[in-house]
């Protein structure tokens, strides 16, 4: 029976204007993604501040005549004024006597932290709540908040998407990020605006990891591959066109909003975007994987199909006993059900941490190059969008196993190389940044497919999503790693993450190859599939 779906599914994978139809559901909410994660470096732009004296504003001075008399100017550059603190004097006597008299009588004092703050502009989350000075680690919280809701979303809905479908998967994500997107913008509660950041990372985990699936699952062969590849483009477009809205749009929350509002385009998706009907077949679910593949290949219609229902009643008699708790606890345990899937759910975790934490290391680094912020995020945009145009040959000459075992290597290579450069370069060092980024972003690309692969339908959106949660745990690290180890030598971040590539290479070099094979559809099928083993580093 499911050789006969796979069939169809083949069939209608080579139909190059459905396959365009389906990558353009599928790939979408990627751009959504991208901006929402990446909308950080604009939102919490942080302009010159100093301490506000309200009685000096009052009495009509300016902001310049304020900083003269108040501001002990530590934090000064021709490029921002930082200060956190101001001069302890009666500015109430100085409000009536007037500026001219308040130059003259000027005496010593001691410094206080401020109480309230001027800024140069207001544009900013940073002078929404006053994130500077000794609340600076709240402006931080901002990116936490979505990384940690990414964190959830990749373990939660991964089973979400294999207990009760791709499509209720994708429409429960879909539905979140409409309410918590253009909500993050109307907010005024800082705690309320994490929440809207939590809730976005989830959301974002949850659509990207079923509708990936989805595409997996409808498609074969090189289609798959391309298709797969191609969907990961919607990253790097979602980078360019956030610098040129960011750059038109300056206001915050204007900001937010139209970055939000085009989510409500998702219902397009919601409605239009089938479900798999291998995930159907698997849930014993037969007679509604026919119908949604009919409507995809109208001469499915015409398949002959088994007429013995034995399998989709044990199916069913199966789950019932479980109970949908045990059924949703089971997808992760199934991860770890044989030595088999342990060996490869480990080496797939293994790809997912030194992804996260080798492209935020090179992320966090890159920002200690001068570089205009519009300019940086575009240009950042263009060489990940190369990186996955490069991965498409690749991949359809080259098998999955050798592809993310050498980019992983020359990743790995890479980053150790930046010991070599000195730090009066930064012309070479943002050379060097980039072209780290263009190979780990390749090499994501590249793991996705094959980790997809790696595992069957029932299991397959749990193996991928919890690898797209282990890789959070690596991007959530990442801070820590160059802030600590890059206070006692710039290079051990790079270094470290360049170990660790070059060994997740080798791990990876342990795996069977997938290219051109059917992906398994049961924990029963794995029998029947090609084991991780060391014997396979020297098969490719």
């Given at each position: 029976?499911v050789?006969?779906l ?5 069939s209608?994978?080579?139909e190059?204007?459905q396959?365009f139809?389906?990558?353009m559901m599928a790939?979408?909410?990627g751009?959504?993604n991208a901006?929402?994660?990446s909308s950080y470096?604009?939102l919490?732009d ?5 301490c506000d004296?309200?009685?000096?504003k009052a009495?009509?001075?300016s902001d310049q005549?304020l900083?003269?008399?108040s501001?002990p100017?530590?934090n000064?550059?021709?490029q921002?004024?930082?200060?956190c603190?101001?001069y302890?004097?009666?500015?109430s006597?100085?409000a009536k006597n007037g500026y001219?008299?308040?130059?003259n009588?000027l005496q010593?004092?001691?410094l ?7 800024f140069?502009?207001r ?5 929404e709540?006053?994130l ?7 402006k ?5 908040a ?5 964190f959830v ?8 998407s ?10 429960l994500?879909?539905f ?7 909500s993050?913008a109307?907010i005024?509660?800082?705690?309320l ?10 959301a974002?985990?949850g659509?990207?990891e079923?509708s990936?699936?989805i595409?997996t ?7 798959r ?6 969907m990961n483009?919607?990253?790097?477009i979602?980078?360019?066109?956030l610098s ?8 915050w929350?204007?900001?937010?909003l139209v970055l939000?509002?085009?989510m ?7 409605w239009?975007l ?5 995930w159907?077949m698997s849930?014993g679910?037969?007679s509604?994987?026919w ?8 001469s499915?219609?015409h398949a002959?199909?088994?007429?013995d229902i034995q ?7 199966s789950?019932?006993s479980?109970g949908?708790c045990?059924e949703?606890l089971?997808t992760f ?15 797939s975790f293994?790809?997912g941490?030194v992804c996260?934490?080798?492209y935020y ?6 920002d200690?190059?001068t570089a205009?912020?519009y300019i940086?995020?575009?240009l950042n945009g263009?060489?990940?969008?190369l ?7 690749l991949?359809?000459?080259v098998g999955?196993k050798i592809?993310?075992s050498?980019?992983f290597f020359a990743?790995?290579i890479?980053?150790?190389a930046?010991?070599t450069?000195?730090?009066?370069s ?5 050379f060097v940044?980039?072209?780290?980024k263009f190979?780990?972003?390749?090499v ?8 997809s692969e790696?595992?069957p ?15 959070q745990?690596?991007?959530?690290i990442?801070?820590?790693v ?6 006692k030598a710039?290079?051990?971040?790079s ?5 660790l590539?070059?060994?997740v ?8 190859e997938?290219?051109?094979t ?6 029963e ?6 084991s991780?083993k060391v014997?396979n580093c020297?098969?490719f």
């Amino acid at each position: 029976m499911v050789d006969k779906l796979d069939k169809y599914i083949d069939s209608y994978s080579k139909e190059w204007y459905q396959a365009f139809l389906l990558l353009m559901m599928a790939g979408t909410p990627g751009i959504f993604n991208a901006i929402q994660i990446s909308s950080y470096v604009f939102l919490v732009d942080k302009p010159s501040y100093w301490c506000d004296i309200p009685v000096l504003k009052a009495a009509g001075w300016s902001d310049q005549m304020l900083l003269d008399v108040s501001t002990p100017h530590q934090n000064f550059s021709s490029q921002k004024l930082e200060e956190c603190s101001y001069y302890n004097r009666n500015y109430s006597i100085f409000a009536k006597n007037g500026y001219n008299w308040s130059m003259n009588n000027l005496q010593s004092a001691d410094l206080k932290p401020c109480q309230y703050y001027s800024f140069s502009n207001r544009e900013s989350v940073v002078t929404e709540w006053n994130l500077v000075c000794d609340n600076v680690a709240m402006k931080s919280n901002i990116q936490a908040a979505i990384a940690f809701g990414k964190f959830v979303g990749g373990l939660l809905f991964g089973s979400i998407s294999d207990v009760y479908g791709r499509k209720f998967a994708f429409n429960l994500a879909a539905f979140i990020y409409m309410f918590s997107g253009p909500s993050a913008a109307l907010i005024d509660s800082y705690v309320l605006f994490l929440i809207a950041r939590f809730l976005i990372g989830v959301a974002g985990s949850g659509i990207y990891e079923s509708s990936y699936t989805i595409l997996t699952e409808l498609t074969s062969g090189k289609t798959r591959t391309l298709l797969c590849l191609l969907m990961n483009m919607s990253y790097p477009i979602g980078y360019v066109l956030l610098s040129i809205i960011a750059y038109y749009v300056r206001p915050w929350r204007m900001l937010l909003l139209v970055l939000s509002l085009p989510m409500f385009g998702l219902l397009i998706q919601c409605w239009f975007l089938p479900e798999s009907p291998k995930w159907l077949m698997s849930q014993g679910r037969k007679s509604q994987a026919w119908e949604v593949m009919t409507k995809l290949v109208p001469s499915a219609v015409h398949a002959d199909i088994d007429n013995d229902i034995q399998d989709t009643v044990e199916i069913k008699k199966s789950k019932k006993s479980q109970g949908k708790c045990k059924e949703f606890l089971s997808t992760f345990t199934a991860l770890f059900s044989t030595l088999d899937l342990s060996v490869k759910t480990s080496i797939s975790f293994s790809c997912g941490f030194v992804c996260g934490l080798s492209y935020y290391v090179i992320a966090l680094n890159g920002d200690n190059i001068t570089a205009d912020r519009y300019i940086y995020v575009a240009l950042n945009g263009v060489v990940e969008g190369l990186a996955y145009l490069s991965t498409i040959p690749l991949l359809l000459y080259v098998g999955r196993k050798i592809a993310v075992s050498g980019l992983f290597f020359a990743s790995g290579i890479l980053q150790l190389a930046l010991l070599t450069i000195p730090q009066e370069s930064p012309s070479f060092l943002l050379f060097v940044a980039l072209l780290g980024k263009f190979c780990v972003s390749a090499v994501f690309s590249v793991s996705l497919l094959y980790i997809s692969e790696l595992y069957p339908t029932t299991i397959r959106n749990t193996g991928l999503g919890t690898s797209l949660t282990i890789s959070q745990i690596g991007s959530v690290i990442a801070p820590y790693v160059v802030e600590l180890l890059g206070a006692k030598a710039w290079y051990i971040p790079s270094t470290v993450c360049g170990i660790l590539g070059i060994f997740v290479s080798s791990l990876v070099l342990m795996l069977p190859e997938t290219k051109g094979t059917v992906l398994p559809d049961t924990l029963e099928d794995m029998k029947t599939t090609r084991s991780a083993k060391v014997t396979n580093c020297c098969k490719f």
